[in-house]
């Protein structure tokens, strides 16, 4: 019998105890698709900028993957933020549009929640946003003081969705009295029902609104009663912000949690464990499209506000919104009840 000689034997088992090398991000996207998950129905800020994102974002990331938007609407995105924390592949190859209410929701401990929104992983913040509520041209109510002397009929999503909490938190902490039918399964349900006479106004993002319905404002279809987000857009004076009107600090307080989403914004995110390499990779691929002038020149052709964050800062947000005291938690809860 013949044996290796020892030198053999001790490089074999060198060899064998070498880590092995993790196979290069463009090679493993080569010639891959990418599902980019949208929580919301076709129609709208969410749908508006998933589909956009995914149209361009495919050019930046290293093997230049296929990008397919996919629709999973339910519960206002908690459906889908559900899924990609608890049942979506781990290889980087499922990423998403995350609701802004993701970490509100869970810092409230809302029914419905499966998601820890800092076990995520956040690749960046396309844009923040500003949403508005308003009514159509045919209803008596055309300011927010109108909404606080009788009853106007609002459209809502689901009692997650911003299109009720929003205008719960008015009635309750501003005076407002606006009656919300809510069910409608998108913003685009929620227009021909106001059209139709069935509600008088919807909720909405200012820069899906302006894409989508510019020949509203054009025509002054609309009356824009209130805008939502910690800084007031330009775009919109005369406009109350919700978070100034509530009728004690306490309450402001609250409708500034609220809206702390609003910051939030547009925000892309994978599930966990997605190894670093790649969360790396299309952290640098959206940040790149997103100071990109060929595409910033594309996203004001298509009226798609752009304003980017990193990562790593939305994840610095997310701690922030989900550290808050418990007593202001408890005034947020009952709130919008």
């Given at each position: 019998m013949r044996y290796c000689s020892l030198p053999i034997v001790v490089a074999a088992a060198t060899l064998l105890a070498q880590p092995v090398a993790a196979q290069p991000v463009d090679d493993f996207y080569r010639g891959k698709t990418i599902n980019f998950y949208i929580g919301n129905t076709v129609g709208g800020g969410y749908d508006l900028y998933g589909r956009f994102i995914a149209m361009h974002l495919g050019r930046y990331v290293p093997g230049k993957p296929n990008i397919v938007p996919v629709n999973m609407p339910g519960a206002g995105g908690l459906t889908m933020a559900g899924w990609l924390y608890r049942n979506a592949p781990r290889d980087g190859t499922a990423i998403a549009i995350a609701s802004q209410v993701l970490p509100i929701e869970q810092a409230l401990g809302t029914a419905g929640v499966q998601y820890d929104a800092r076990r995520l992983l956040w690749i960046g913040r396309a844009a923040p946003v500003v949403e508005v509520s308003y009514t159509w041209h045919t209803s008596q109510t055309r300011t927010l003081?109108?909404?606080?002397?009788?009853?106007?009929?609002?459209?809502?999503?689901?009692?997650?969705?911003n299109t009720v909490t929003y205008l719960r938190l008015l009635n309750s902490l501003a005076g407002t009295r606006f009656r919300i039918i809510s069910g409608y399964p998108g913003t685009t349900e929620m227009h021909i029902a106001m059209e139709r006479g069935e509600t008088e106004g919807a909720t909405k993002t200012w820069e899906a609104f302006k894409a989508d319905n510019g020949d509203w404002l054009r025509d002054k279809k609309v009356n824009m009663l209130v805008q939502y987000a910690l800084t007031a857009s330009l775009e919109l004076p005369g406009v109350p912000l919700m978070s100034d009107l509530g009728r004690s600090e306490d309450d402001r307080q609250v409708l500034r949690f609220y809206t702390a989403g609003n910051e939030l914004g547009r925000a892309i995110v994978t599930a966990p464990d997605v190894p670093p390499e790649r969360l790396a990779a299309l952290r640098t691929a959206l940040m790149t499209m997103l100071r990109d002038p060929e595409f910033l020149a594309e996203a004001k052709k298509r009226k798609v506000e752009i304003g980017p964050m990193p990562g790593q800062d939305v994840h610095k947000l997310i701690d922030g919104i989900l550290n808050v005291p418990p007593a202001l938690i408890a005034a947020a809860k009952k709130a919008r009840e």
């Open positions: 003081a109108d909404a606080r002397k009788h009853d106007t009929v609002m459209g809502g999503i689901n009692p997650t969705s």
